[in-house]
Structure formats: C-alpha cells, structure tokens
RNA sequence: GCCCCCAUCGUCUAGUCAGGUCCAGGACACCAGCCUUUCAAGCUGGGUACACGGGUUCGAAUCCCGUUGGGGGUACCA
C-alpha cells in the first residue's frame, strides 16, 4: 500500500473540542499505522469567526496529547493565490459562473421555500447569465454542477452511499469579496496536499457529494473517504460547551494524563476486540479505519475518571510527582517539601485525577490545629475516646522510628494491652489528625504529619470540650 | 419539510461484512459480599441489552424490506 496522507483540518473558531481531537487522533493513528504523513491544515477562511487565539488553543491542545503533525500547520488564510488560480481556472472551462443574485433575494426565496415546507436549493438564476445587470455589481461564484443523476461514495466507514445530484444545489465557491468558501478551498488543499483519505466527522458526509464534483472538475483523482461518527454528550446530541467540557484543554485542568485522553478516545467509536485500555505505541499498531463503529457515542464522564485513575496508580511515586507538579503548585503547596512524595504514595489509590491528587495533598500541608468537622467531633471525639488518646499520644512519644510500621506496633501493642480494638481508637484518632472522618491510613497520617504534629493533634483532641454552642 | 447516517445492557463495546460454537461476551457505572481503622484501591459475585414488525433460511443479533426512534445536513460557517 503506498504510504496513506491524511490531514487534520480544524477551523479556528472556538476551542479545540473533544470530537474535534478524536478525529484528529484517527487521522494521526492511521497515518503511523501506515507509515503516511499527517498534515495539519487551520481552516481560516471565515475571517468573521476565525481567532488566532483560537488557533493557538488548537496548536496547544495538538501538543499537549503529542499529536505532532509531520507537515504544517498550513494556514487557509495564506493560501489566497492557489485558490484564486483554481477558481479562475474553474470560471474559465465552465465549471463555475458567475452569480449576481442579491442576498435579499436569496433570503427571500429561502423564506418562501421555508414556508411551502420545500427544500431550498439555488434555483439556478444565473447559470446562463454572462453579462453584469449593471457594469461593475459584485457577484459571487458558483460551481456549475450536474442536476440530475447521482453520486456514489465509497466510504471507509459508512459503506456505499448514494446522494442525487438534485438534492444539493450549485453552491458558493468565492464570495462577493472573491474570498473563497470552505467547500472549495478544501478540495484544492486536498488535492494540492496530496490527501489519499479525507477521514472526518459524518457531519460532511452531505458535503462529500459537492467536493467530489469538485475533485472531478479539477480533474484530480478521487481520495477515499472515511466518515467518523459523532460524539454526542449525555442527551445524545453532538457533544459541544453545554455539556460542560468539551475543549481538550479542559481536561488537561482538570488533571487528566493525555495519555489516558487519547486512549480513552480511540476507543469511543473504534475497537479491538474487548481491550479497553491502550498504550500510545499500541494504537499506532493497532489502530486501522475498518474497527470503526459507524454508530454515534455517548462521551463517558465515569469512565475516563476510572481510566485516569489507573494510570495514575501504575506510576511510581516520582513519575506521579513529576506529573502532578503543576497542580501542586497550584494548591499553594511546595512540591520539594520532603513529606510529599509520602503522602502522594498515600493518596494515589484514593485519586483519579491528578487535580484531585493535589488537593488530597492540602489535607497535610497545614501543621497547625486542625478544624474539626462538626459531626465528627461530636460522634468521635467522646470523653471515652478523648482519655484514649492522651494514653496513646502518650505511647507514641516512645516510637521509633515514627514511620508507618514502627507506629503500627505501637498501636497495635497499645490497643492489645487494652483488650481493645482498632475501631476504637481508628476514628476518634482520625478526627484528631485531619479533622473529618475519611483520610489515608491513620500510620501513614501520623507519619507524614511527623511526631510533632501526630502528637499535639493527639493532645489537642483530647483537651476538646466539646461544641461552642 | 426534504436528504443522509445510525440502531446489542444506563454508557463504551465484542459478535454483524464470510448466518449455527450467542437462551449474547468484556468494560464503566450500579448493587451485594470479602478485605478493613475511615475513605478509596483491590478481589469475588449479581442484575440489566440484540428497538419493533414482516420476510429469506433447517437455523438470524447477524441477510432483505418496512416501521419507530435517535442523530446529522439543508449558509456569501466549517
């Protein structure tokens, strides 16, 4: 096979969304799979909606899942002069014409349509017309395109697809101020790039038919298709900002790993048999156009925090600190002070994310009197449990080293002289050190806090007196 | 309205192209149990699905038709 040209075509009008990535990760995967070349191509032709800070998040998003392109980014916007020859080209052998129709028109004709309940299609006004109604009256340019018989796409994921020529009509290619339309630009960046398969969301699959008149006009070889299906939120229809997060980005905030992001994407439409979780290596060999499902799916909040967590709890102790760095920072927690390697041990199986990993980390970083959390007080911290525990801080004055073991033997020793159990002492002991009732084992706690700290706390419960009110 | 796409547990999916090994398998979520000082993690177990109706066939989740449902498109957006 020779070696496949895909390209990641994104228009820079908003933030780079999940679906968005998804297809980009598709196109990536498919052209190391085959040993291809990924092109990425910014789509700004809409100088309306189109921001460089927009492309910047794009460039960014791109970067932070390692999705490097192997060519570009190519910018629309500078390709002004290709296009402009294309279309000369196009007005010259006939494929397109002129059209000085009015927007008002236009919008007229749609309106009525509308109400008639018919579909609206350009009725063709000015296909013969080759003379200006008045010298100098702006126009725009249509493709000139066949208005009966069918097109029929082949495509990679959907199958045969049959469209009828009249269902669409002859469409934009330039506007009135000779800036050219999407639907045209893409195909001379497609055939001009060399793009073998167009791999994209099904929401161009009525598209397709426009561009492969196009690609015939232009007298350029037809690449093979291959339309994704969407990625819908919660309620089922396409995924976008109101259901929360959607741009890529955010996750990165919220601390997931891109590694989990594009493991978790690939399989949300595409699939190996029953593995669920995937390598980066693994999906460049793995990965291949027909395990796509054509069906849509529903993005999984709950899994992808599942997958998270995995990850997370397969790293050792420096890697997950190296990767958790950022968000400790921005707890306002120093990520070299020498308990938290400890205690980023002591949280990993309880964090899914690497933001909640850090703020996991603030339950440690005050060494001060803690704030007791009212229920708990009140249901652990009685008269029986607060005299226990001055006998155990008591106890604890002696061990070493006062690290989690050694302060295990302790407990255990005091509470078997006692006749006792640990749930007698686990969490009024608990509430003493962080203050709730849910926390990392109690011998980690003691340890990280030091004996200091695990001591006075111990002290500090004991002497509670109870609720102010 | 018209056109296109889609249809297996709540969700992601295997199985569908090459019909039997599927009274449908895995995973997330959920529930229960175990472990246990709490919360997690981990382990074990459990319930839940082939949208419906017709065909074709000895036999259909798998093929065909229709219905219903969902999604997408219908721009001088991409």
Redesign the pocket.
């Known amino acids: 096979m020779i070696p496949p040209r895909v390209r990641f075509?994104?228009?820079p009008?908003g933030d780079l969304h999940v679906g968005g990535v998804r297809a980009a990760l598709f196109n990536w995967l498919y052209a190391r799979r085959h040993g291809g070349t990924f092109v990425l191509r910014v789509?700004d032709?809409?100088r309306?909606?189109s921001t460089p800070e927009s492309t910047a998040l794009i460039l960014e998003g791109m970067s932070w899942l390692g999705m490097t392109p192997d060519e570009g980014p190519f910018f629309q916007s500078e390709r002004g002069d290709l296009y402009r020859a294309r279309l000369t080209q196009l007005l010259d052998m006939g494929g397109a014409y002129r059209c000085w129709?009015?927007?008002d028109d236009?919008d007229a004709k749609?309106a009525e349509?509308e109400r008639r309940?018919?579909?609206?299609?350009?009725d063709g006004t000015c296909r013969g017309v080759t003379e200006a109604p008045s010298p100098g009256a702006?126009f725009?340019v249509r493709a000139k395109l066949p208005q009966d018989g069918e097109v029929l796409i082949d495509d990679m994921v959907?199958?045969?697809?049959?469209?009828?020529n009249d269902?669409f009509d002859d469409?934009?290619l330039a506007?009135?101020?000779g800036s050219p339309?999407?639907?045209f630009?893409?195909v001379v960046d497609d055939i001009d790039m060399g793009i073998t398969h167009v791999v994209r969301g099904?929401?161009?699959?009525?598209?397709t038919p426009k561009q492969v008149h196009l690609y015939r006009l232009l007298g350029a070889d037809l690449p093979r298709f291959a339309?994704l299906?969407?990625v819908?939120g919660p309620?089922?229809?396409?995924l976008s900002k109101r259901h929360g997060a959607a741009s890529i980005l955010a996750f990165r905030e919220m601390g997931y790993l891109p590694e989990t992001m594009l493991s978790f994407l690939a399989?949300?439409?595409?699939?190996h048999?029953?593995q669920?979780e995937f390598t980066v290596e693994e999906l460049q060999t793995l990965f291949d156009l027909?395990?796509i499902?054509?069906?849509?799916?529903?993005?999984?909040h709950?899994?992808l925090?599942?997958m998270n967590?995995?990850r997370m709890?397969e790293m050792s102790t420096p890697e997950l600190l190296a990767r958790a760095r950022p968000f400790i920072e921005r707890a306002q927690i120093d990520p070299d002070l020498p308990w938290v390697p400890r205690a980023l041990e002591a949280l990993q199986?309880?964090?899914n994310t690497l933001a909640a990993l850090a703020e996991g980390l603030s339950l440690f970083a005050g060494r001060g009197p803690v704030a007791y959390d009212a229920k708990a007080a009140a249901k652990f911290l009685k008269a029986e449990s607060r005299a226990l525990l001055t006998e155990l801080a008591a106890a604890l004055e002696a061990t070493r080293p006062f690290a989690a073991a050694a302060i295990?033997e302790t407990v255990r020793t005091f509470l078997a002289t006692r006749e006792l159990?640990?749930?007698h002492i686990?969490?009024p002991?608990?509430v003493a050190l962080v203050g709730g009732?849910?926390?990392?084992?109690?011998?980690d706690v003691m340890e990280i806090f030091g004996r200091d700290v695990t001591l006075a706390r111990l002290r500090a419960a004991a002497a509670w007196s109870g609720p102010e009110a």
């Open positions: 075509a994104p228009s009008t789509e032709t809409d309306e909606r129709c009015t927007k236009l749609r349509a309940k018919s579909r609206y299609g350009y702006p725009v959907k199958g045969r697809v049959v469209l009828r269902q469409f934009i506007r009135q101020d339309v999407y639907n630009t893409v099904d929401d161009h699959l009525n598209n339309h299906p969407m819908h309620d089922g229809k396409k399989r949300l439409g595409w699939s048999g029953d669920e027909d395990g499902n054509p069906a849509a799916a529903v993005f999984d709950k899994k925090e599942w967590g995995r709890r199986p309880r964090a295990e159990k640990m749930k686990g969490q002991a608990r009732t849910a926390s990392p084992s109690l011998f």
